[in-house]
């Protein structure tokens, strides 16, 4: 059965404390990996797609890498509107998502 | 991307009724899918609505409960049947926009707003 699965499920940090979230996947056939940030009340903004092992994305202060297995979103040198729920979704045909990692950054 | 639009955005409505969810989009698309997202939890795929076919329903999602109507490449419609409190959740429409995201086969989805839905 697939599965995806997001750890922690909860990140404090304080702003400038560089962080990873961590998306692991047991998926065949996979067509693409995508993360997402969701703010409270509001529905996912698309942030990356990754396609192929090995391949990186970056975007100010988030960088999403891909393995075989699993993604990684770093987050370097946060401040506190990078506070929200970060969500990653694997794409097989349809996409399926993993629970997410609130993460709350404090000045 | 796409700028997609959910009508309501909120609505608390009384157990046995039915609720339409509105969402346009300011493009054609192809591909509309709606997803439920109950408190404190994930998205959940509840059926995939393409422009002059059946929607297709993930598993434990039938019709009845929750038909969808596709008239044309812009607009669909998600109606929850015969409310109770559990279907009391943020319910989020998206779109594949294919053609629109620059530097890879353009499988991302974009989501509208979301309608926050309680039932009493």
């Known amino acids: 059965e697939d599965q995806v699965t997001q750890s922690p499920e909860a990140l404090r940090l304080q702003e400038g404390e560089s962080s990873s979230l961590n998306c692991s996947y047991t998926?065949?056939?996979?067509?693409?990996l995508f993360w997402y940030r969701q703010d409270p009340g509001k529905g996912p903004e698309f942030l990356f797609t990754?396609?192929?092992a090995g391949e990186e994305k970056e975007k100010e202060r988030l960088k999403a890498t891909l393995t075989k297995k699993e993604s990684f979103l770093h987050i370097t040198a946060p401040k506190p509107e990078d506070s929200a729920t970060y969500l990653c979704?694997?794409?097989?045909?349809?996409?399926?998502f993993g629970a997410g990692t609130q993460v709350v950054v404090t000045p | 991307s796409a700028v997609i639009s959910q009508k309501p955005s909120r609505d608390i409505c009384q157990r046995g009724t039915s609720l339409t969810i509105q969402c346009q989009v300011d493009?054609?698309?192809?591909?509309m899918f709606w997803y439920r997202q109950q408190p404190g939890q994930s998205l959940t795929l509840i059926a995939t609505?393409?422009?002059?076919?059946?929607?297709?329903?993930e598993s434990g999602f039938v019709i009845d409960k929750f038909p969808i109507s596709r008239p044309n490449l812009t607009f669909s419609t998600l109606t929850v049947s015969n409310m109770s409190p559990e279907d009391s959740s943020i319910y989020l429409c998206?779109?594949?926009?294919?053609?629109?995201?620059?530097?890879?086969?353009?499988?991302?989805?974009?989501f509208g707003p979301g309608t926050r839905l309680t039932v009493l």
């Open positions: 998926v065949s056939g996979l067509r693409g």
């Open positions: 609505a393409n422009q002059g076919s059946e929607a297709t329903y």
């Open positions: 998206s779109v594949e926009d294919r053609f629109r995201v620059a530097g890879g086969p353009g499988d991302e989805q974009f």
């Open positions: 493009s054609q698309v192809t591909m």
């Open positions: 990754l396609y192929s």
């Open positions: 979704a694997v794409h097989r045909g349809k996409f399926q």
